[in-house]
């Protein structure tokens, strides 16, 4: 059996791509671009793993808003 790719319960990080989606709405190149600039810049907390971002739930629950990621 195959869940979809967002199924997010029981994760604790997230790529900046999924966390665009939540925030955004959409994982666009415009808002990604932007979910890039507030990472670099420390608007967000994440770690950064080689290349990829990882962003915690809490973080993205406290910017959201909603727990039910």
């Known amino acids: 059996m195959m869940t ?11 790529t900046a791509k999924e966390a665009c989606e939540i925030l955004f709405g959409t994982a666009s190149k ?6 890039y600039r507030m990472l670099k810049a420390g608007d967000i907390e994440a770690e950064r793993a080689g290349n ?14 909603k727990d039910n990621l």
């Open 4 to 14: 979809s790719r967002f199924n997010a319960e029981g994760k604790l990080l997230y």
């Open 52 to 65: 990829t971002w990882l962003i915690p739930r809490r973080v993205l629950v406290e910017l959201h808003g």
């Open 30 to 35: 415009t808002k990604l671009n932007l979910l």
